[in-house]
Protein backbone atom coordinates (compact mmCIF):
# COMPACT_ATOMS: atom_id res chain seq x y z
CA UNK A 1 0.00 0.00 0.00
CA UNK A 2 2.75 2.45 0.82
CA UNK A 3 4.47 1.57 -2.04
CA UNK A 4 1.52 2.44 -4.05
CA UNK A 5 1.26 5.89 -2.39
CA UNK A 6 4.83 6.57 -2.97
CA UNK A 7 4.80 6.28 -6.36
CA UNK A 8 1.11 8.32 -7.07
CA UNK A 9 3.23 10.99 -5.02
CA UNK A 10 6.26 10.55 -7.61
CA UNK A 11 3.87 10.87 -10.95
CA UNK A 12 2.03 13.97 -9.33
CA UNK A 13 5.05 15.95 -8.64
CA UNK A 14 6.79 15.38 -11.74
CA UNK A 15 3.55 16.17 -13.78
CA UNK A 16 5.32 19.28 -14.79
CA UNK A 17 2.52 20.21 -17.90
CA UNK A 18 0.02 19.07 -15.19
CA UNK A 19 -1.78 16.81 -18.32
CA UNK A 20 -1.14 13.44 -16.71
CA UNK A 21 0.87 12.58 -19.68
CA UNK A 22 4.54 10.94 -19.79
CA UNK A 23 6.72 10.22 -22.43
CA UNK A 24 9.08 7.17 -22.65
CA UNK A 25 12.25 8.59 -20.84
CA UNK A 26 10.14 10.68 -17.92
CA UNK A 27 8.07 7.63 -17.34
CA UNK A 28 10.83 5.45 -17.02
CA UNK A 29 12.41 8.25 -14.57
CA UNK A 30 9.87 8.50 -12.28
CA UNK A 31 9.85 4.40 -11.84
CA UNK A 32 13.13 4.64 -10.98
CA UNK A 33 12.30 7.66 -8.35
CA UNK A 34 9.53 5.60 -6.74
CA UNK A 35 12.02 1.98 -6.66
CA UNK A 36 10.30 0.23 -9.83
CA UNK A 37 13.29 -0.50 -12.15
CA UNK A 38 12.73 -2.85 -14.91
CA UNK A 39 14.37 -4.20 -17.93
CA UNK A 40 14.25 -1.68 -20.68
CA UNK A 41 12.53 -4.81 -23.17
CA UNK A 42 9.29 -5.27 -20.16
CA UNK A 43 9.64 -1.49 -19.85
CA UNK A 44 8.55 -0.81 -23.35
CA UNK A 45 6.01 -3.31 -23.81
CA UNK A 46 4.19 -1.79 -20.58
CA UNK A 47 4.42 1.68 -22.14
CA UNK A 48 3.12 0.00 -25.58
CA UNK A 49 0.59 -1.32 -23.85
CA UNK A 50 -0.68 1.80 -22.09
CA UNK A 51 0.19 4.18 -25.20
CA UNK A 52 -2.95 3.38 -26.72
CA UNK A 53 -3.31 6.38 -29.11
CA UNK A 54 0.09 5.62 -30.52
CA UNK A 55 0.93 9.67 -29.24
CA UNK A 56 4.32 8.56 -27.52
CA UNK A 57 2.66 9.50 -24.22
CA UNK A 58 0.47 7.48 -21.08
CA UNK A 59 -1.98 8.74 -18.80
CA UNK A 60 -0.38 7.70 -15.49
CA UNK A 61 -3.63 7.54 -13.64
CA UNK A 62 -4.76 4.97 -16.12
CA UNK A 63 -1.81 3.17 -15.08
CA UNK A 64 -1.94 3.34 -11.48
CA UNK A 65 -5.56 2.24 -11.90
CA UNK A 66 -4.52 -0.76 -13.67
CA UNK A 67 -2.00 -1.97 -10.96
CA UNK A 68 -4.25 -1.17 -8.07
CA UNK A 69 -7.87 -2.62 -10.01
CA UNK A 70 -11.11 -1.93 -9.57
CA UNK A 71 -12.29 0.35 -6.88
CA UNK A 72 -13.08 -0.66 -3.31
CA UNK A 73 -16.72 -2.23 -2.93
CA UNK A 74 -17.25 1.27 -0.47
CA UNK A 75 -16.28 3.70 -2.93
CA UNK A 76 -18.67 2.09 -5.61
CA UNK A 77 -21.16 2.34 -3.28
CA UNK A 78 -20.88 6.00 -2.16
CA UNK A 79 -20.64 6.79 -6.24
CA UNK A 80 -23.80 4.55 -6.62
CA UNK A 81 -25.16 7.02 -3.82
CA UNK A 82 -24.74 10.07 -5.31
CA UNK A 83 -25.78 8.48 -8.65
CA UNK A 84 -29.17 7.67 -7.51
CA UNK A 85 -29.38 11.18 -6.05
CA UNK A 86 -29.58 12.93 -9.78
CA UNK A 87 -31.11 9.46 -11.48
CA UNK A 88 -34.24 9.73 -9.38
CA UNK A 89 -36.72 8.54 -11.77
CA UNK A 90 -34.42 5.18 -12.28
CA UNK A 91 -34.00 5.38 -15.72
CA UNK A 92 -30.45 4.41 -15.51
CA UNK A 93 -29.06 8.07 -16.47
CA UNK A 94 -29.30 11.78 -16.26
CA UNK A 95 -28.13 14.58 -18.16
CA UNK A 96 -24.70 16.36 -17.84
CA UNK A 97 -26.50 19.74 -16.72
CA UNK A 98 -28.07 18.20 -14.00
CA UNK A 99 -24.87 17.29 -12.48
CA UNK A 100 -23.06 19.95 -13.17
CA UNK A 101 -25.61 22.54 -11.47
CA UNK A 102 -25.36 20.64 -7.97
CA UNK A 103 -21.43 19.78 -8.44
CA UNK A 104 -18.59 22.36 -6.41
CA UNK A 105 -15.32 22.16 -7.92
CA UNK A 106 -13.89 24.37 -5.97
CA UNK A 107 -13.61 20.81 -3.17
CA UNK A 108 -11.72 19.11 -6.09
CA UNK A 109 -8.24 18.00 -5.60
CA UNK A 110 -6.15 19.78 -8.13
CA UNK A 111 -8.66 22.71 -6.81
CA UNK A 112 -7.74 22.70 -4.03
CA UNK A 113 -3.96 22.89 -4.48
CA UNK A 114 -4.22 25.13 -6.58
CA UNK A 115 -3.19 23.31 -9.98
CA UNK A 116 -6.32 24.29 -11.67
CA UNK A 117 -9.25 26.70 -11.94
CA UNK A 118 -12.97 25.40 -11.29
CA UNK A 119 -13.49 26.12 -14.81
CA UNK A 120 -11.09 24.30 -15.95
CA UNK A 121 -12.32 21.22 -14.02
CA UNK A 122 -15.67 21.50 -14.69
CA UNK A 123 -14.75 21.81 -18.58
CA UNK A 124 -12.74 18.28 -18.38
CA UNK A 125 -16.11 16.62 -16.89
CA UNK A 126 -17.57 17.90 -20.36
CA UNK A 127 -14.64 16.76 -21.98
CA UNK A 128 -14.01 13.35 -20.29
CA UNK A 129 -18.36 12.61 -20.44
CA UNK A 130 -18.31 13.93 -24.39
CA UNK A 131 -20.95 16.51 -23.35
CA UNK A 132 -23.93 17.32 -24.74
CA UNK A 133 -24.65 16.70 -28.73
CA UNK A 134 -22.18 12.88 -28.33
CA UNK A 135 -24.16 9.61 -28.48
CA UNK A 136 -25.76 9.82 -25.38
CA UNK A 137 -27.12 13.38 -25.85
CA UNK A 138 -25.45 14.60 -22.98
CA UNK A 139 -26.86 11.96 -20.82
CA UNK A 140 -24.79 10.04 -18.37
CA UNK A 141 -25.12 5.96 -17.79
CA UNK A 142 -23.43 5.27 -14.87
CA UNK A 143 -20.58 3.07 -16.33
CA UNK A 144 -19.28 6.70 -17.33
CA UNK A 145 -20.22 8.37 -14.35
CA UNK A 146 -18.28 5.78 -12.66
CA UNK A 147 -15.07 5.06 -14.95
CA UNK A 148 -14.59 8.88 -14.04
CA UNK A 149 -14.77 9.14 -11.04
CA UNK A 150 -12.23 6.17 -11.07
CA UNK A 151 -9.36 8.36 -11.87
CA UNK A 152 -10.51 10.75 -9.09
CA UNK A 153 -9.77 7.67 -6.94
CA UNK A 154 -6.58 6.96 -7.89
CA UNK A 155 -5.29 10.22 -5.82
CA UNK A 156 -6.57 8.53 -2.47
CA UNK A 157 -4.48 5.42 -3.21
CA UNK A 158 -5.58 3.17 -0.60
CA UNK A 159 -7.58 5.79 1.41
CA UNK A 160 -11.29 5.35 1.55
CA UNK A 161 -12.01 7.35 4.14
CA UNK A 162 -10.76 10.21 2.76
CA UNK A 163 -12.22 9.62 -1.01
CA UNK A 164 -15.01 9.08 1.01
CA UNK A 165 -15.04 12.52 2.58
CA UNK A 166 -14.80 14.29 -0.25
CA UNK A 167 -17.36 13.19 -2.13
CA UNK A 168 -20.17 13.98 0.83
CA UNK A 169 -18.34 17.41 1.12
CA UNK A 170 -18.91 17.55 -2.96
CA UNK A 171 -22.16 16.77 -3.29
CA UNK A 172 -23.26 17.59 0.45
CA UNK A 173 -24.71 13.40 1.21
CA UNK A 174 -23.86 11.61 4.28
CA UNK A 175 -22.98 8.06 3.17
CA UNK A 176 -25.51 5.54 3.85
CA UNK A 177 -23.85 3.53 6.17
CA UNK A 178 -22.64 6.05 8.27
CA UNK A 179 -27.24 7.14 8.83
CA UNK A 180 -27.49 4.13 10.48
CA UNK A 181 -25.19 4.75 13.06
CA UNK A 182 -25.31 8.64 13.50
CA UNK A 183 -23.09 10.60 15.77
CA UNK A 184 -25.71 11.62 18.51
CA UNK A 185 -26.17 14.65 20.78
CA UNK A 186 -24.55 12.48 23.36
CA UNK A 187 -21.22 11.22 21.70
CA UNK A 188 -20.92 14.51 20.94
CA UNK A 189 -21.31 16.41 24.34
CA UNK A 190 -18.20 13.85 25.67
CA UNK A 191 -16.19 14.70 22.50
CA UNK A 192 -17.07 18.50 23.51
CA UNK A 193 -15.76 17.64 27.40
CA UNK A 194 -12.81 15.73 25.89
CA UNK A 195 -11.85 19.33 23.81
CA UNK A 196 -12.69 21.60 27.06
CA UNK A 197 -10.54 19.82 29.21
CA UNK A 198 -7.35 19.92 26.40
CA UNK A 199 -8.29 23.46 26.56
CA UNK A 200 -8.12 24.26 29.89
CA UNK A 201 -4.98 22.08 30.51
CA UNK A 202 -3.14 24.09 27.42
CA UNK A 203 -4.00 27.52 28.67
CA UNK A 204 -1.81 29.88 29.92
CA UNK A 205 -0.85 33.56 31.13
CA UNK A 206 -3.28 36.01 32.37
CA UNK A 207 -6.08 36.08 30.12
CA UNK A 208 -8.72 33.33 31.01
CA UNK A 209 -9.18 30.20 28.52
CA UNK A 210 -12.45 31.36 27.10
CA UNK A 211 -10.54 34.49 25.66
CA UNK A 212 -7.18 32.06 24.26
CA UNK A 213 -9.92 30.40 22.81
CA UNK A 214 -11.29 32.87 20.81
CA UNK A 215 -8.22 34.45 19.93
CA UNK A 216 -7.07 31.06 18.89
CA UNK A 217 -10.30 31.39 16.42
CA UNK A 218 -10.05 34.22 15.18
CA UNK A 219 -6.90 33.84 14.09
CA UNK A 220 -8.22 31.55 11.44
CA UNK A 221 -10.86 33.71 10.53
CA UNK A 222 -9.57 35.07 7.98
CA UNK A 223 -12.50 37.62 6.37
CA UNK A 224 -13.15 38.91 10.08
CA UNK A 225 -16.59 37.50 10.30
CA UNK A 226 -16.66 35.85 13.74
CA UNK A 227 -16.50 32.55 11.82
CA UNK A 228 -14.47 29.48 10.25
CA UNK A 229 -14.48 26.79 7.63
CA UNK A 230 -13.99 23.95 8.57
CA UNK A 231 -10.07 23.43 8.00
CA UNK A 232 -9.74 26.78 10.28
CA UNK A 233 -11.72 24.46 13.13
CA UNK A 234 -9.62 21.75 12.70
CA UNK A 235 -6.39 24.19 12.78
CA UNK A 236 -7.61 25.37 16.03
CA UNK A 237 -8.02 22.72 17.42
CA UNK A 238 -4.56 21.24 16.39
CA UNK A 239 -2.95 24.06 18.03
CA UNK A 240 -4.43 22.69 21.45
CA UNK A 241 -2.68 19.63 20.53
CA UNK A 242 -6.76 18.29 19.87
CA UNK A 243 -6.49 15.63 17.26
CA UNK A 244 -9.74 13.89 16.42
CA UNK A 245 -10.89 11.17 13.87
CA UNK A 246 -12.09 12.51 10.56
CA UNK A 247 -15.27 11.27 11.31
CA UNK A 248 -15.90 12.49 14.89
CA UNK A 249 -14.85 16.38 13.70
CA UNK A 250 -16.75 16.16 10.53
CA UNK A 251 -19.88 15.46 12.84
CA UNK A 252 -19.33 17.66 15.33
CA UNK A 253 -18.55 20.71 12.76
CA UNK A 254 -21.97 19.68 11.27
CA UNK A 255 -23.72 19.78 14.61
CA UNK A 256 -23.24 23.79 14.12
CA UNK A 257 -23.32 24.16 10.90
CA UNK A 258 -26.96 23.64 10.76
CA UNK A 259 -27.26 25.74 7.55
CA UNK A 260 -25.08 24.00 5.40
CA UNK A 261 -22.87 27.11 4.82
CA UNK A 262 -19.26 25.25 5.33
CA UNK A 263 -18.96 28.04 7.88
CA UNK A 264 -19.62 27.57 12.16
CA UNK A 265 -19.55 31.12 14.44
CA UNK A 266 -17.30 30.11 16.62
CA UNK A 267 -18.56 32.41 19.72
CA UNK A 268 -21.57 29.91 19.70
CA UNK A 269 -19.28 26.90 19.79
CA UNK A 270 -17.47 28.28 22.61
CA UNK A 271 -20.92 29.32 24.59
CA UNK A 272 -22.14 25.43 23.91
CA UNK A 273 -18.90 24.01 24.79
CA UNK A 274 -18.67 25.80 28.09
CA UNK A 275 -22.60 26.07 28.81
CA UNK A 276 -22.50 24.57 31.71
CA UNK A 277 -20.07 26.97 33.38
CA UNK A 278 -21.01 30.11 35.40
CA UNK A 279 -18.01 31.89 33.11
CA UNK A 280 -19.44 31.20 30.29
CA UNK A 281 -23.21 32.55 31.16
CA UNK A 282 -21.76 35.67 31.29
CA UNK A 283 -19.57 35.02 28.35
CA UNK A 284 -23.34 34.28 26.19
CA UNK A 285 -24.46 37.43 27.93
CA UNK A 286 -21.61 39.28 26.07
CA UNK A 287 -21.80 37.39 22.98
CA UNK A 288 -25.51 38.38 22.50
CA UNK A 289 -24.52 41.97 23.48
CA UNK A 290 -21.77 42.33 20.52
CA UNK A 291 -24.25 44.50 18.55
CA UNK A 292 -25.10 47.11 21.18
CA UNK A 293 -23.08 50.33 21.03
CA UNK A 294 -19.12 49.97 21.52
CA UNK A 295 -19.48 52.74 24.58
CA UNK A 296 -22.13 50.70 26.51
CA UNK A 297 -21.30 49.00 29.55
CA UNK A 298 -23.53 46.01 29.68
CA UNK A 299 -23.75 44.44 33.23
CA UNK A 300 -24.66 40.52 33.17
CA UNK A 301 -25.99 37.90 35.30
CA UNK A 302 -27.20 38.46 38.40
CA UNK A 303 -24.74 38.09 41.08
CA UNK A 304 -21.99 38.06 38.56
CA UNK A 305 -19.43 39.88 39.42
CA UNK A 306 -17.86 40.23 35.92
CA UNK A 307 -18.89 43.69 34.10
CA UNK A 308 -17.76 43.99 29.93
CA UNK A 309 -16.95 47.21 28.79
CA UNK A 310 -15.50 48.53 25.52
CA UNK A 311 -12.07 48.00 26.85
CA UNK A 312 -12.61 44.11 27.12
CA UNK A 313 -14.92 43.68 24.42
CA UNK A 314 -11.81 44.96 21.93
CA UNK A 315 -9.18 43.01 23.93
CA UNK A 316 -11.29 40.02 23.11
CA UNK A 317 -11.38 40.86 19.25
CA UNK A 318 -7.76 41.48 19.09
CA UNK A 319 -5.31 39.01 19.98
CA UNK A 320 -2.34 40.91 21.95
CA UNK A 321 -0.43 37.59 21.29
CA UNK A 322 1.09 37.47 17.92
CA UNK A 323 1.82 34.36 16.62
CA UNK A 324 4.60 34.62 14.44
CA UNK A 325 3.77 33.15 10.27
CA UNK A 326 5.55 30.23 9.05
CA UNK A 327 5.73 28.61 5.73
CA UNK A 328 8.19 25.69 5.37
CA UNK A 329 9.85 25.60 1.85
CA UNK A 330 11.28 22.23 0.49
CA UNK A 331 12.81 21.09 -2.70
CA UNK A 332 15.18 18.32 -3.83
CA UNK A 333 19.34 19.92 -3.70
CA UNK A 334 19.32 22.49 -5.98
CA UNK A 335 15.93 23.00 -6.95
CA UNK A 336 16.19 27.01 -6.32
CA UNK A 337 14.39 27.59 -2.94
CA UNK A 338 17.16 29.74 -1.65
CA UNK A 339 16.89 32.06 -4.34
CA UNK A 340 13.07 32.66 -4.66
CA UNK A 341 13.62 32.96 -0.98
CA UNK A 342 15.18 36.23 -1.22
CA UNK A 343 13.15 37.31 -3.56
CA UNK A 344 9.94 36.95 -1.30
CA UNK A 345 11.72 38.60 0.86
CA UNK A 346 12.57 41.42 -0.78
CA UNK A 347 8.63 41.87 -1.70
CA UNK A 348 6.93 40.72 1.48
CA UNK A 349 9.26 41.29 4.21
CA UNK A 350 9.70 37.63 5.55
CA UNK A 351 12.75 36.60 7.59
CA UNK A 352 14.43 34.03 5.72
CA UNK A 353 15.85 30.92 7.85
CA UNK A 354 17.47 28.31 6.16
CA UNK A 355 17.43 25.07 8.30
CA UNK A 356 21.05 24.32 6.70
CA UNK A 357 22.37 27.55 7.10
CA UNK A 358 21.60 27.45 10.63
CA UNK A 359 23.34 23.72 11.10
CA UNK A 360 26.34 25.26 9.51
CA UNK A 361 26.58 28.34 11.47
CA UNK A 362 26.22 26.21 14.62
CA UNK A 363 28.56 23.69 12.95
CA UNK A 364 31.16 26.66 13.25
CA UNK A 365 30.84 28.01 16.51
CA UNK A 366 33.63 26.69 18.45
CA UNK A 367 32.15 26.16 21.53
CA UNK A 368 29.12 24.56 20.08
CA UNK A 369 28.66 21.16 21.56
CA UNK A 370 27.04 19.81 18.55
CA UNK A 371 29.41 21.24 15.80
CA UNK A 372 31.26 17.50 15.05
CA UNK A 373 28.12 15.98 15.00
CA UNK A 374 26.30 18.41 12.80
CA UNK A 375 29.68 18.20 10.46
CA UNK A 376 29.40 14.52 10.49
CA UNK A 377 25.87 14.65 9.33
CA UNK A 378 26.12 16.85 6.88
CA UNK A 379 29.24 15.56 5.30
CA UNK A 380 27.28 12.01 4.70
CA UNK A 381 24.54 14.10 3.02
CA UNK A 382 21.88 12.59 6.29
CA UNK A 383 19.52 14.60 8.14
CA UNK A 384 20.58 16.13 11.24
CA UNK A 385 18.51 15.33 14.42
CA UNK A 386 15.25 16.72 14.77
CA UNK A 387 15.86 18.05 18.62
CA UNK A 388 18.95 20.09 17.26
CA UNK A 389 17.08 21.71 14.12
CA UNK A 390 13.90 22.75 16.17
CA UNK A 391 15.74 24.26 18.92
CA UNK A 392 17.79 26.47 16.87
CA UNK A 393 15.22 27.09 14.48
CA UNK A 394 12.87 27.77 17.70
CA UNK A 395 15.80 30.31 18.87
CA UNK A 396 16.10 32.38 15.72
CA UNK A 397 12.18 32.76 15.49
CA UNK A 398 12.15 34.13 19.16
CA UNK A 399 15.08 36.53 18.16
CA UNK A 400 13.27 37.95 15.61
CA UNK A 401 10.35 38.22 17.31
CA UNK A 402 11.58 40.15 20.02
CA UNK A 403 12.45 43.06 17.45
CA UNK A 404 8.90 43.09 16.05
CA UNK A 405 9.35 40.44 12.80
CA UNK A 406 6.30 37.92 12.85
CA UNK A 407 6.47 36.37 8.86
CA UNK A 408 9.19 33.72 8.67
CA UNK A 409 10.23 31.20 5.67
CA UNK A 410 11.77 28.17 6.98
CA UNK A 411 13.78 27.02 3.93
CA UNK A 412 14.80 23.09 4.09
CA UNK A 413 12.69 21.81 6.81
CA UNK A 414 10.90 19.58 7.65
CA UNK A 415 13.50 17.04 5.80
CA UNK A 416 11.49 13.89 7.34
CA UNK A 417 8.33 12.71 9.11
CA UNK A 418 10.17 12.78 12.63
CA UNK A 419 11.73 16.46 11.16
CA UNK A 420 7.35 17.37 11.24
CA UNK A 421 6.12 15.21 14.13
CA UNK A 422 8.58 16.85 16.54
CA UNK A 423 8.23 20.27 14.89
CA UNK A 424 4.34 20.18 15.64
CA UNK A 425 4.45 18.24 19.35
CA UNK A 426 7.24 21.31 19.85
CA UNK A 427 5.53 24.43 18.63
CA UNK A 428 2.65 23.44 16.62
CA UNK A 429 0.14 25.58 19.14
CA UNK A 430 2.34 28.40 18.70
CA UNK A 431 3.36 29.29 15.12
CA UNK A 432 1.00 29.70 11.81
CA UNK A 433 1.46 27.63 9.22
CA UNK A 434 -0.67 28.20 6.64
CA UNK A 435 0.71 26.41 3.69
CA UNK A 436 3.91 24.82 2.47
CA UNK A 437 6.07 25.55 -0.54
CA UNK A 438 7.19 22.90 -2.75
CA UNK A 439 9.97 24.01 -5.36
CA UNK A 440 9.82 20.54 -7.78
CA UNK A 441 12.24 20.62 -10.40
CA UNK A 442 14.11 17.09 -12.22
CA UNK A 443 17.01 15.80 -10.88
CA UNK A 444 19.42 15.92 -13.77
CA UNK A 445 18.80 20.03 -13.78
CA UNK A 446 19.51 19.93 -10.27
CA UNK A 447 22.58 18.31 -10.09
CA UNK A 448 23.57 20.31 -13.07
CA UNK A 449 22.76 23.46 -10.91
CA UNK A 450 25.17 21.77 -8.41
CA UNK A 451 28.10 21.30 -9.74
CA UNK A 452 27.92 24.23 -11.24
CA UNK A 453 27.54 26.18 -7.67
CA UNK A 454 30.32 23.53 -6.49
CA UNK A 455 32.73 25.36 -8.62
CA UNK A 456 32.92 28.08 -6.07
CA UNK A 457 30.63 27.93 -3.13
CA UNK A 458 33.63 25.88 -1.46
CA UNK A 459 30.44 23.65 0.56
CA UNK A 460 31.80 20.17 1.42
CA UNK A 461 28.68 18.82 0.15
CA UNK A 462 28.52 20.19 -3.56
CA UNK A 463 30.60 17.16 -5.13
CA UNK A 464 28.70 14.19 -7.15
CA UNK A 465 28.75 11.98 -4.53
CA UNK A 466 27.41 13.80 -1.63
CA UNK A 467 24.61 15.05 -4.17
CA UNK A 468 23.44 11.63 -5.26
CA UNK A 469 23.29 10.44 -1.62
CA UNK A 470 21.26 13.94 -1.05
CA UNK A 471 18.84 13.00 -3.97
CA UNK A 472 18.40 9.36 -2.59
CA UNK A 473 17.79 10.86 1.05
CA UNK A 474 15.46 13.26 -0.16
CA UNK A 475 13.57 10.69 -2.50
CA UNK A 476 13.23 8.86 0.90
CA UNK A 477 12.78 10.36 3.72
CA UNK A 478 11.13 14.25 2.17
CA UNK A 479 8.83 12.99 -0.44
CA UNK A 480 6.36 11.38 2.40
CA UNK A 481 6.67 14.35 4.02
CA UNK A 482 5.22 16.27 0.92
CA UNK A 483 2.36 13.70 0.29
CA UNK A 484 1.23 14.23 3.88
CA UNK A 485 0.80 17.84 3.58
CA UNK A 486 -0.86 17.36 0.43
CA UNK A 487 -3.18 14.80 2.18
CA UNK A 488 -3.28 18.27 4.70
CA UNK A 489 -4.42 20.69 2.05
CA UNK A 490 -1.33 22.64 3.05
CA UNK A 491 0.72 21.61 -0.38
CA UNK A 492 1.76 24.39 -3.30
CA UNK A 493 3.61 23.07 -5.95
CA UNK A 494 5.88 25.37 -7.78
CA UNK A 495 7.53 23.64 -11.47
CA UNK A 496 11.05 25.18 -10.52
CA UNK A 497 12.49 24.09 -14.18
CA UNK A 498 11.52 27.57 -15.83
CA UNK A 499 13.27 30.72 -15.38
CA UNK A 500 13.56 32.51 -12.08
CA UNK A 501 11.35 35.11 -13.40
CA UNK A 502 8.83 33.07 -14.41
CA UNK A 503 9.31 30.42 -11.10
CA UNK A 504 8.95 33.68 -8.69
CA UNK A 505 5.84 34.56 -10.96
CA UNK A 506 3.71 31.36 -10.20
CA UNK A 507 5.41 31.89 -6.12
CA UNK A 508 4.07 35.43 -5.25
CA UNK A 509 0.63 34.20 -6.12
CA UNK A 510 0.76 31.86 -3.55
CA UNK A 511 2.49 34.71 -0.76
CA UNK A 512 -0.64 37.40 -1.91
CA UNK A 513 -2.72 35.34 -0.15
CA UNK A 514 -0.62 35.55 3.19
CA UNK A 515 -1.78 38.47 5.68
Avoid at 10 to 17: I, S, Y
Avoid at 52 to 65: D, G, K, M
Avoid at 280 to 304: C, D, L, S
Avoid at 451 to 474: C, H, P, W, Y
Amino acid sequence: MQAMKLLGTAFQVNDFHRNCYFDFESFEAVLSKAGLFLKRQHLTKIYRYFDHQLCERVNYIEFIRALQGEMSPRRRAILRQVYQKFDQTGKGHFHVQEFLNAFNPNLHPKVLMGEKSAETVCHEFLSAWEGAGSHTNGYLPFDEFEDFWGSISVGFPEDDDAFVLFIERTFDITEASKLEDPYNSSVLRKVQNVIREKIRQRARGSKSELEQLRMNFRYFDLQDCGQVDFRGFCEALRRYGILLDEKVISALFKEFDKNQTGRINYAEFIAVLYEDDELVRTYNQYVKAQTKPPTQTTTFTEGADVVVTSAISNSLRKDERVLPTVIFVLGGPGSGKGTQCKNIVKEFGFIHLSAGDLLRDEQAMPDSQYGQLIQNYIKEGAIVPVEITINLLRKAIQDHMSIGKTKFLVDGFPRNKDNKRGWEKAVTDSVYVPFVLFFDCPQQEMQRRLLSRGKTSGRADDNIETIRKRFQVFDQETMPVLKEYSQEGKLRIVAAMASEPQVYEITRKYLLSVK
